[in-house]
């Protein structure tokens, strides 16, 4: 099975560049990388071990990837306009498009663009960044939960995944991508809004009372809105959610470093499109509404 990489930043790179190192055969699409990753290869370091890859097979232009078998989408939805066109060398008759974006009802968007080809979400829950062109700095975790839309396309999830468990990327397979979609944001909701309000890290965050009320309220507001739109998320997983936070690697999410870096933040997709489904089912998330209003204000003055 082979896969093309389509955003090799510090997502696409790190998850791409563990299946290559693992004797798989990886295509990686980069732009602005491309000419470090041509000369110098892809550098990863990692407390999973360090790697790096001298001669990955890297690409500058969509045209001349080879076709596929898996198509890994890590690009960040704040580039999904245009996108389906950009793709279209990429995606052939059987190719699975695998979506690693964070966020909710992109793969509905994926499906209209490519009716044909196997859909499949994946949740990402690692802590990772892009140092310098080439150079990945994998901090913590890595899990990725798999999902497919389509029934029919279970077994191909769980050949995936399986080549995933064998690069050492450790993978948990689920049945409802919808679900494990609510349940990622359970964490991004609160924690990449307040990161880019409150200019803090997730340590920073988590030491302060008044700011944990906030990731709590933010955190049952989004089991309810789950709830509306046909998923159960147990409140049990609040607690759970904010151990695995003070638990991390002092951590700035990928919105926080977008904000900083002055590059437009994935609003639309992580707060506009969850707050659209929860209140077509009569649900209103009073607090995510308040948080998306402040970072839409936020990024109008950031340029």
Same mark, same amino acid.
């Given at each position: 099975?082979?896969?093309?990489?389509?955003?090799?930043?510090?997502?696409?790179?790190?998850?791409?560049?563990?299946?290559?190192?693992?004797?798989?055969?990886?295509?990686?699409?980069?732009?602005?990388?491309?000419?470090?990753?041509?000369?110098?290869?892809?550098?990863?370091?990692?407390?999973?071990?360090?790697?790096?890859?001298?001669?990955?097979?890297?690409?500058?232009?969509?045209?001349? $990837?080879?076709?596929?078998?898996?198509?890994?989408?890590?690009?960040?939805?704040?580039?999904?306009?245009?996108?389906?066109?950009?793709?279209?060398?990429?995606?052939?008759?059987?190719?699975?498009?695998?979506?690693?974006? +964070?966020?909710?009802?992109?793969?509905?968007?994926?499906?209209?663009?490519?009716?044909?080809?196997?859909?499949?979400?994946?949740?990402?829950?690692?802590?990772?960044?892009?140092?310098?062109?080439?150079?990945?700095?994998?901090?913590?975790?890595?899990?990725?939960?798999?999902?497919?839309?389509?029934?029919?396309?279970?077994?191909?999830? /769980?050949?995936?995944?399986?080549?995933?468990?064998?690069?050492?990327?450790? $993978?948990?397979?689920?049945?409802?991508? /919808?679900?494990?979609?609510?349940?990622?944001?359970?964490? /991004?909701?609160?924690?990449?809004?307040?990161?880019?309000?409150? +200019?803090?890290?997730?340590?920073?965050?988590?030491?302060?009372?008044?700011?944990? /009320?906030?990731?709590?309220?933010?955190?049952?507001?989004?089991?309810?809105?789950?709830?509306?739109?046909?998923?159960?998320?147990?409140?049990?997983?609040?607690?759970?959610?904010?151990?695995?936070?003070? +638990?991390?690697?002092?951590?700035?999410?990928?919105?926080?470093?977008?904000?900083?870096?002055?590059?437009?933040?994935?609003?639309?997709?992580?707060?506009?499109?969850?707050?659209?489904?929860?209140?077509?089912?009569?649900?209103?998330?009073?607090?995510?509404?308040?948080?998306?209003?402040?970072?839409?204000?936020?990024?109008?003055?950031?340029?």
């Amino acid at each position: 099975m082979t896969f093309t990489v389509f955003g090799t930043g510090a997502v696409g790179a790190y998850y791409g560049g563990r299946l290559a190192e693992h004797g798989n055969t990886v295509h990686f699409l980069a732009r602005s990388d491309y000419k470090s990753i041509k000369e110098n290869g892809l550098k990863v370091s990692s407390p999973r071990g360090d790697f790096h890859l001298k001669d990955p097979l890297v690409f500058e232009s969509a045209d001349r $990837v080879p076709p596929s078998d898996v198509l890994l989408i890590s690009l960040k939805t704040t580039g999904n306009k245009g996108l389906k066109e950009k793709l279209m060398p990429l995606v052939h008759e059987k190719t699975a498009l695998v979506i690693l974006q +964070n966020g909710l009802g992109m793969e509905d968007e994926f499906k209209d663009w490519f009716p044909k080809n196997p859909i499949l979400g994946g949740m990402c829950f690692i802590c990772s960044r892009r140092t310098k062109p080439g150079i990945i700095e994998h901090l913590d975790y890595g899990l990725i939960t798999l999902g497919a839309m389509d029934s029919k396309d279970i077994p191909l999830r /769980n050949q995936i995944g399986a080549l995933m468990d064998e690069s050492d990327i450790p $993978v948990t397979l689920v049945d409802d991508l /919808n679900e494990a979609r609510w349940r990622k944001l359970l964490w /991004n909701i609160p924690y990449n809004g307040l990161s880019v309000v409150l +200019n803090s890290d997730t340590k920073t965050i988590m030491e302060d009372q008044h700011s944990r /009320n906030i990731i709590r309220s933010l955190m049952f507001e989004v089991i309810e809105g789950a709830s509306a739109c046909g998923c159960s998320i147990e409140e049990s997983a609040v607690e759970k959610m904010l151990d695995f936070t003070d +638990n991390m690697t002092p951590y700035e999410p990928s919105m926080k470093l977008d904000f900083s870096s002055s590059r437009p933040m994935e609003i639309e997709y992580m707060y506009d499109r969850p707050l659209q489904a929860a209140s077509a089912r009569a649900c209103t998330m009073k607090g995510v509404s308040l948080l998306r209003d402040q970072l839409y204000f936020i990024q109008k003055r950031m340029h």
